[in-house]
């Protein structure tokens, strides 16, 4: 799922060949600490872009909280982001996992969670930045618990994690059309730990994270083939506008490989997503192309999964 979620130039050190060694190392220790307030100056100057644009657009969606219908609600959120730019691995930049909020640079799986937390905050009345930050602390990692082993790697963890805090329900009726079922083989980090820089010199999250994969192994999810997705009128009645897509894959030691938003339009139902794809602009995009158009070009995703935002308050 985070699916399966740089460089600064040294261009000066040509520039300090000139003078004596303690001149050279007096120059290159005021460079790297101008480098160290320009990047902590940048750093809180994100954060509070990101704190202002998420209570401006709270305070801009309160009041609609009784005008608009959860469907309507939530694709008005995830409208929201159109235009911002896909960008991979945000929340791995660090070297210890903190809680990353970037709503300037987004993969398929933050963008989920970034829209879902404005909109568990709404259907709370909440319109605080920390009341977003902790919605999304709860949806990213398991219970709530803030580690790299207990980030919601895989979607299999994130939907049960999250349907276990009472965020959504994972909906695999009726049959048709879901009609497909998937037994979960699920080791991709385990296996290939070298390239991620969280999981390379830590054995024991290794270990921690192999074994709630092999926890996972072996269980069997239901799934609407792609084949289905051309009966519109079955699929009207159990996909809703603002579903949470997950598209299925045949790749080995994974679950599935993108995530979005359901929405219905005139010529059948398409994914609200960010997109990593140069047709799309490498952006959250909602594309032209139906879904079903969209994995008829993709072997390797055989179909989708559904799951269902729940809300108390919103209606």
Request: glycine letters at 4%; aromatic letters at 8%.
């Amino acid at each position: 799922m985070r699916t399966i979620r740089f460089f600064l130039p040294l261009a000066m050190l040509a520039l300090l060949s000139v003078g004596n060694a303690t001149t050279t190392r007096t120059v290159r220790h005021a460079s790297a600490l101008a480098a160290e307030k320009h990047s902590q100056q940048g750093t809180k100057k994100a954060a509070t872009t990101d704190a202002d644009r998420i209570e401006r657009l709270l305070a801009d969606l309160l009041p609609l909280r009784s005008k608009l219908s959860k469907e309507d609600m939530i694709l008005k959120v995830a409208r929201h982001f159109i235009g911002i730019p896909y960008v991979a691995h945000t929340l791995d930049r660090n070297s210890e996992e903190t809680l990353v909020v970037n709503t300037r640079e987004m993969d398929c799986t933050t963008y989920l969670e970034n829209v879902i937390a404005v909109l568990l905050c709404v259907d709370r009345n909440q319109s605080r930045f920390s009341d977003f930050t902790r919605m999304l602390q709860s949806i990213r990692y398991r219970q709530g618990h803030l580690s790299y082993e207990n980030r919601l790697h895989y979607y299999q963890w994130w939907v049960t994690d999250n349907q276990q805090m009472g965020f959504v329900k994972e909906i695999e009726t009726p049959n048709p059309p879901f009609t497909a079922t998937q037994r979960l083989k699920i080791n991709y980090m385990s296996e290939n730990y070298k390239s991620y820089d969280m999981l390379r010199n830590h054995p024991k999250r290794v270990a921690a994270l192999k074994k709630i994969e092999d926890q996972t192994n072996g269980t069997v999810v239901r799934y609407i083939p792609k084949s289905q997705l051309t009966n519109t009128a079955l699929l009207r009645k159990v996909v809703r506008n603002g579903d949470i897509i997950a598209i299925t894959t045949n790749k080995r030691n994974l679950d599935t490989t993108h995530l979005g938003f359901a929405v219905w339009h005139s010529d059948g139902l398409h994914l609200l997503n960010a997109s990593s794809l140069k047709k799309n602009g490498r952006q959250v995009v909602e594309p032209k192309e139906t879904l079903y158009q969209y994995l008829m070009q993709r072997q390797q995703n055989p179909g989708i999964r559904v799951a269902r935002l729940i809300f108390d308050n919103l209606c």
